[in-house]
């Protein structure tokens, strides 16, 4: 099950920031950051979700996060980063940051909002944007074949319970790939 898509990281205007901030150079996963990141962004196309969330996933370890801890980035200079993706993906970029994810989905889920990591303030967060960062996360996990815990705990889920939480086209894209793995 080691198996994961390996894209390179083609050239275009979210890759060439990339580029400048160093993701070529950091490694992530046996792999470098920035193909890790490109694979992320590609799953989420491959699932049907909306381009600022592929955006989303493209830089969702830009600022670090408390799996990832390596910055390309500091969220203190958010305004790059919303220029090169814009405001409604970087701020999902920077929830999954200062999360402590994947348990603050769930906690977030029936408190509304997400509590930082890094200073205990909190975050609200609608429905969508939750339905968001949990595709980003499922899409991190299995990009990086790691299925087991997070995502297997959400396949698992009830369906009425799931789909409050992912969609259809996010479920039947992970179960695609996990089948794909296990052949």
């Known amino acids: 099950m080691e198996a994961r898509p390996i894209l390179s990281a083609a050239s275009g205007p979210l890759t060439t920031l990339l580029h400048h901030l160093g993701a070529a150079d950091v490694t992530h996963s046996g792999r470098t950051l920035l193909e890790h990141l490109a694979g992320t962004a590609a799953l989420l196309r491959q699932w049907g979700c909306s381009e600022h969330v592929a955006a989303a996933g493209m ?25 090169a993706i814009g405001r409604e993906a970087e701020h999902l970029v920077y ?30 967060v ?5 339905r968001e960062l949990i595709a980003i996360e499922c899409a991190n996990l299995v990009e990086q074949g790691a299925v087991a815990g997070f995502v297997e705990a959400l ?3 009830p369906a009425s319970h799931r789909q409050a939480l992912i969609s259809a086209e ?14």
Do not use: M
């Open 59 to 83: 830089y969702h370890s830009i600022y670090g996060t408390n799996a990832f801890s390596f910055a390309c980035q500091s969220p203190q200079l958010r305004e790059e980063i919303v220029a």
């Open 126 to 130: 609608t429905g969508e944007q939750l």
């Open 170 to 183: 996010v479920h039947e894209g992970i179960i695609q790939l996990t089948e794909e793995r296990t052949k």
């Open 155 to 157: 396949l698992k889920l």
């Open 95 to 124: 929830l999954f940051a200062i999360s402590h994810r994947p348990s603050a989905w769930l906690t977030a889920f029936h408190e509304g909002s997400v509590v930082s990591r890094l200073d205990g303030s909190r975050h609200p």
